[in-house]
């Protein structure tokens, strides 16, 4: 099967599973599941939970990677939702879609991420119960990478650092912890969940692929919001630049940030070669994201 058609095969079953991982917008009260449900249908690509399959994949065996998947898109999901508040990004647009608060409220915005984190953590216990110890190390895994550390630590010195003169090291910082985080986590999830999931030598190489990886895909996405237009993307073009972020293309232009990309796509690459194992599909997702195009 091709790349092409592996991906699109793996992002259907994901949509599947979140569409049953999530409660009915039937059950009470309804508002908050329909709201939950409107961000995650929304669509999306599934990068992150496709991404804890190709770790998986690398040296497989039979336990399933799907949990994994699903409680990472849960993470992921509320942290697009409340980073398009208005005390955050105020964002109208997401996913194609009226962003959360948009289409509900914002109380309501607010409850449907905060519900969607325990979702996660809840699929986790319930689905590796009968390994405790790989359930306990993907919990660890998943709530240290959402944390003050990682993913809210750099979304909150995002907010802290709008508006500021761009410098490099706030923006390493940022990067690293808001986006490459949650990558790096993917990674290691699906790697954990597989046959050498134990080998903390290679458990460590697959991390920092993902950082590699990570910083990657944040430098294509400052790219693309100066590139491409809203109906592109599926959320408000041009949104960093006239929000006073600092990007990589605030900092340094679009020629470099294109360099950067390829830079840590190339690491990104060359690391995974010392994990060894069947590859070949994460090092053409690793390419595709370099070339994506929302
Ligand atoms: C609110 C705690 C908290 C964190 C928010 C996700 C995030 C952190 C901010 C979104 C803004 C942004 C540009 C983040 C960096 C890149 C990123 C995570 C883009 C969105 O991910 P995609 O492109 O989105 O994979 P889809 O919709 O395809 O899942």
Redesign the pocket.
Request: glycine content about 12%.
């Given at each position: 099967m091709n790349f092409q058609q592996k991906l699109k095969n793996w992002q259907d079953l994901l949509n599947l599973r979140l569409e049953q991982a999530l409660p009915a917008s039937s059950v009470q009260p309804e508002v908050l599941h329909q709201a939950m449900r409107h961000s995650m249908n929304?669509?999306?690509?599934?990068?992150?939970p496709v991404l804890v399959l190709a770790a998986h994949e690398i040296f497989p065996n039979p336990v399933d990677p799907l949990p994994a998947a699903i409680a990472i898109?849960c993470i992921?999901?509320?942290?697009?939702?409340?980073?398009?508040?208005p005390a955050?990004?105020n964002s109208d647009l997401?996913?194609g879609e009226p962003s959360c608060h948009k289409a509900f409220d914002e109380a309501t915005a607010i409850l449907a991420?905060d519900a969607l984190q325990p979702l996660a953590f809840e699929i986790l216990a319930n689905a590796y119960a009968g390994d405790p110890q790989l359930g306990l190390d993907l919990v660890c895994m998943l709530s240290r990478t959402?944390g003050s550390q990682k993913?809210?630590g750099?979304?909150?010195q995002?907010l802290l650092s709008e508006g500021n003169d761009p410098d490099e090291e706030s923006l390493s910082y940022i990067?690293s912890n808001?986006?490459a985080a949650?990558i790096e986590a993917s990674l290691q999830m699906g790697f954990r969940v597989g046959k050498e999931g134990r080998n903390s030598k290679k458990l460590t190489q697959i991390g920092r692929v993902g950082h590699s990886l990570g910083l990657a895909?944040?430098a294509v996405?400052?790219l693309l919001?100066v590139t491409q237009t809203t109906a592109q993307l599926?959320?408000d073009a041009h949104?960093?630049s006239e929000n006073g972020k600092i990007t990589w293309v605030s900092l340094k232009g679009e020629n470099e940030a294109r360099l950067l990309a390829a830079q840590h796509t190339e690491n990104a690459l060359q690391t995974l070669n010392a994990v060894g194992g069947d590859c070949q599909f994460l090092q053409d997702l690793i390419q595709y994201m370099l070339n994506r195009e929302?």
């Open positions: 929304a669509g999306g690509k599934r990068l992150r898109e992921h999901t509320y942290s697009l939702i409340h980073d398009d508040l955050m990004d997401r996913r991420g959402a993913l809210v750099g979304q909150m995002d990067h808001k986006t949650m895909f944040q996405d400052d919001d599926g959320k949104h960093d929302f």
